[in-house]
């Protein structure tokens, strides 16, 4: 099975750079994704690694160590808007095809 | 608009009602998927069509019982159905398989009474 992991809350400032982990355990790993996902709304997708290294993608940078199971995403220049649960997820591949796993989601609160 | 779409988006209904829950996507997937996300809870995988046929059942209880009539559609029905089953309830879509990116629709919320 996965086991995907993740900080429950995190508290920043507004213009700040805060820094979300993520560390995972699966067989057949295919990727990893960001989503952001504000209260009562649907996920909406930020990044995708599959390779190891660094995604930037304006304020929004996503980091994998496919060798280490970890992850994370930078968030820079902080803005209230900024305020939302990120998630992890991660793709695995098993006989059925790919399969797509959530970790719990880490609630951001930007702070002014 | 994500080219998902979920209808109705809010639910209300009694544990002796019969309901169902329609996703719809535009994107030419083959794969569709139903996630429950209870309060503080981890977004939960139920069911997973690929190619209309159904791949995944995470030990789903028998009162949701999913259809998938073609590759453009998913439906969740619903039936004596418990308080505790009040969630969001999201439909999502992908290419498989590729990178898999999964496109959400906006999610039902339903509140069993």
């Known amino acids: 099975g996965q086991n995907i992991d993740q900080p429950t809350e995190m508290t920043a400032t507004e213009g700040a750079i805060v820094q979300i982990n993520c560390t995972y355990q699966?067989?057949?790993?295919?990727?990893l994704f960001w989503y952001q996902q504000h209260a009562g709304e649907a996920p909406t997708f930020l990044s995708y690694?599959?390779?190891?290294g660094l995604e930037e993608k304006g304020r929004f940078s996503s980091f994998l160590s496919r060798s280490k199971g970890y992850s994370y995403l930078l968030l820079k220049e902080l803005q209230m808007k900024d305020s939302a649960s990120y998630l992890c997820?991660?793709?695995?591949?098993?006989?059925?095809?790919?399969?797509?796993?959530f970790g719990g989601g880490t609630r951001l609160m930007v702070k002014p | 608009e994500t080219g998902v779409t979920q209808t109705p988006r809010h639910l209300v209904m009694g544990m002796t009602n019969k309901k169902s829950l329609k996703c719809e996507q535009h994107?030419?997937?083959?794969?569709m998927y139903w996630y429950k996300q209870s309060a503080k809870k981890p977004l939960e995988l139920m069911f997973v069509?690929?190619?209309?046929?159904?791949?995944e059942n995470n030990s789903v209880p028998s009162r949701f019982s999913p259809e998938c009539p073609n590759s453009s559609h998913l439906f969740l029905h619903l039936h004596t159905l418990q308080p505790e089953d009040s969630a969001l309830y999201l439909c999502?879509?992908?290419?498989?398989?590729?990178?898999?990116?999964?496109?959400f629709g906006q999610g039902t919320r339903l509140t069993v009474v």
């Open positions: 069509y690929n190619f209309k046929e159904q791949t």
């Open positions: 999502a879509s992908s290419q498989l398989p590729s990178t898999g990116e999964a496109f």
């Open positions: 690694n599959v390779l190891d």
């Open positions: 997820a991660v793709i695995s591949r098993n006989n059925a095809g790919n399969m797509l796993t």
């Open positions: 699966t067989s057949g790993f295919n990727g």
């Open positions: 994107l030419g997937h083959n794969a």
